[in-house]
């Protein structure tokens, strides 16, 4: 039976103890730059992610303000055309109908040109 010697490491035994601390360590590192590397990313992806809803939500009103103005120019014209007909009555009809493209010209729902040709259809 060899004998084994007791004691301090042999140099041979030292260095394979250092390489594999070294080996442990190296190791350990990557895994924990991996890790932050991931957790940047997804940081990212959610920043672009939430970047992305705003500009859909964003889009969305866009559509609906313009939706809305197109609707109140439906209204102020569908308001306009009845006025002209009914012109013909009397002096005091005509009055009320020029105050009322006045209200509406004025509220901005009438342009300065649809509320110029509703008042010479009005008084023509």
């Given at each position: 039976?060899?004998?084994?010697?007791?004691?301090r490491p042999g140099l041979i035994g030292m260095a394979?103890?250092?390489?594999?601390?070294?080996?442990?360590?190296?190791?350990?590192s990557g895994n924990v730059q991996r890790r932050q590397?991931?957790?940047?990313?997804?940081?990212?992806?959610?920043?672009?992610?939430?970047?992305?809803?705003?500009?859909?939500?964003?889009?969305?009103?866009?559509?609906?303000?313009?939706?809305?103005?197109?609707?109140?120019?439906?209204?102020?014209?569908?308001?306009?055309?009845?006025?002209?007909?009914?012109?013909?009555?009397?002096?005091?009809?005509?009055?009320?109908?020029?105050?009322?493209?006045?209200?509406?010209?004025?509220?901005?729902?009438?342009?300065?040109?649809?509320?110029?040709?509703?008042?010479?259809?009005?008084?023509?």
């Amino acid at each position: 039976m060899p004998l084994r010697r007791m004691g301090r490491p042999g140099l041979i035994g030292m260095a394979a103890r250092t390489a594999v601390v070294a080996g442990t360590a190296t190791a350990v590192s990557g895994n924990v730059q991996r890790r932050q590397a991931q957790r940047e990313q997804d940081k990212y992806d959610q920043q672009a992610y939430e970047q992305q809803q705003q500009q859909e939500q964003m889009q969305q009103m866009a559509q609906q303000a313009a939706a809305q103005q197109a609707a109140y120019q439906q209204q102020a014209a569908a308001q306009a055309a009845p006025a002209a007909p009914a012109a013909a009555g009397g002096g005091d009809d005509m009055m009320a109908q020029l105050q009322q493209l006045a209200t509406l010209h004025t509220q901005g729902v009438l342009s300065d040109e649809e509320f110029t040709a509703a008042k010479a259809k009005l008084l023509g």
